[in-house]
Structure formats: structure tokens, C-alpha cells
């Protein structure tokens, strides 16, 4: 894992990003695919979720495929449409 092999419970908490989320939380734009061998997607699921609880503005898009990194690479096959996504939200929180 990105924190080690046997992380305590104490890093655990203080490095999971949804045990950090309050209603104050910035609004979040969150993709991933579901071949990601870095980050499992039960990350940003967990995150998205503890997003909506505290009514956080936010949207959640998995991928079936292009692993981790994608975002530097010109080969991820939705980029297209992630950028589209990605737009629409922006557009839709600075128009709030």
C-alpha cells in the first residue's frame, strides 16, 4: 500500500481521505478505473461516500480500464469524455 505493508490503525486514519472530510470539504471531482493496481477504487468510493454524508458537492466516475497514472498519458481511452466530465463540473461549481 502507499502507506507500507502494516500500517497502524493511527496512519490508517490520519492518511484515508475520508476519515478527513467535513461539510467544509471543497467540492470533488473523483475518477478512477477498476483496473488500478496503485490505488484500489474502494478508495474513492470511500471518499465519494463520506462526501455525500457531509453534503459536499461532488461526482464519481470508474473507469473499466487505464490503470494508474492515466492522467499524464495520452493513451487513456476516455479522456475524451473525462475531459467533457470534467468541464461540465467545473462549469456547474464556479456557476453556484
Known sequence: GLIGKQPSAEMERKY???????PQTPPAFIFTC????AVH???S??????LMRNGVPSQ???????????????????TE???YL??????????K
Not at 484515508?16 to 467535513?22: A, I, M
Not at 477498476?34 to 493496481?37: L, S, T
Request: without cysteine; hydrophobic residues 25%; negative net charge.
Open 41 to 43: 477504487p474502494d478508495n
Open 34 to 37: 477498476q483496473d488500478d493496481r
Open 45 to 50: 468510493i470511500r471518499y465519494y461516500q463520506a
Open 81 to 83: 469524455q473525462l475531459q
Open 86 to 95: 470534467l468541464t461540465d463540473f467545473l462549469n456547474e461549481q464556479l456557476s
Open 16 to 22: 484515508s481521505n475520508e476519515t478527513q472530510v467535513t
Open 60 to 78: 464519481l466516475h470508474i473507469y473499466p480500464k487505464g490503470g494508474h497514472g492515466y492522467g499524464k498519458r495520452f493513451t487513456f481511452p476516455y
